[in-house]
């Protein structure tokens, strides 16, 4: 069971939107993280949170930007969308402490540009 | 830097047999700790098993077992009597304290029936 929610869980949209990836934790864990996923390929860490107010870039330089105003929610938006942003997108929360606790991660978003 | 290699892009076995998934990694810490994470298809990853460098006994979870190899820096699964709900990718994956988890390629593992 999902304690980890990402919506939509597919979203296709024309080139030059704004769009919003939404994400949220219901397990309280400090630490929150967006990672891009292409189809079967490894994970690229784009954005992290390790608690309200704070936020990261990860190591894949992306146009997306994120907040925390809130511990159980990690949105994540594109101000423009690209057919380059095409990818699936996966939030994954963990505790911050002990530091070997679990990445939980949700369904992922798949989006498509067009 | 961390830096996690899987060296198998793909592997596939039969039902019921044993299959061993590789990983190596790098790092100049002492201290620091493994996983291997499953994602089945059109599923949410989740952790599979962990290990914490300090230990030196290797970590099982029922048919999940690892051989952590701390001076060769490699931190293997195996997976006895392979199941179709085994068929997933697989990621390893190593982080340091407080640090980010670095991932590997991943491996996809497909079961023959």
């Known amino acids: 069971e999902a304690d980890i929610y990402q919506t939509p869980r597919y979203l296709v949209i024309g080139t030059g939107k704004k769009i919003t990836l939404e994400c949220s934790q219901t397990?309280?864990?400090?630490?929150m993280y967006w990672y891009q996923q292409d189809p079967g390929m490894e994970l690229h860490l784009i954005h992290y949170?390790?608690?309200?107010?704070?936020?990261e870039k990860g190591d894949l330089s992306s146009e997306s930007t994120v907040s925390r105003i809130r511990t159980e929610h990690f949105p994540l938006t594109l101000e423009s969308a690209r057919p380059s942003h095409t990818s699936q997108y996966l939030c994954?929360?963990?505790?911050?402490?002990?530091?070997?606790?679990?990445?939980?991660f949700g369904n992922g978003t798949r989006l498509t540009v067009t | 830097a961390q830096t996690v290699t899987q060296s198998q892009p793909e592997m596939s076995v039969q039902e019921a047999e044993t299959v061993t998934l590789s990983c190596t990694y790098d790092?100049?810490?002492?201290?620091?700790?493994l996983f291997w994470y499953k994602q089945p298809p059109s599923r949410q990853m989740i952790l599979v098993i962990r290990?914490?460098?300090?230990?030196?006994q290797n970590a099982t979870e029922n048919r999940f077992s690892v051989n952590f190899q701390k001076a060769a820096k490699s931190f293997s699964l195996k997976i006895s009597d392979s199941q179709l709900g085994d068929a997933a990718m697989y990621f390893c994956?190593?982080?340091?304290?407080?640090?980010?988890?670095?991932f590997g390629q991943g491996t996809r593992l497909t079961i023959n029936p």
């Open positions: 994954a929360s963990s505790l911050r402490i002990p530091y070997n606790s679990p990445l939980h």
């Open positions: 397990m309280g864990h400090d630490k």
């Open positions: 994956a190593q982080s340091q304290g407080a640090q980010k988890l670095v």
């Open positions: 790092t100049s810490e002492s201290d620091y700790y």
């Open positions: 949170s390790y608690g309200v107010n704070s936020t």
């Open positions: 290990q914490e460098a300090y230990k030196q």
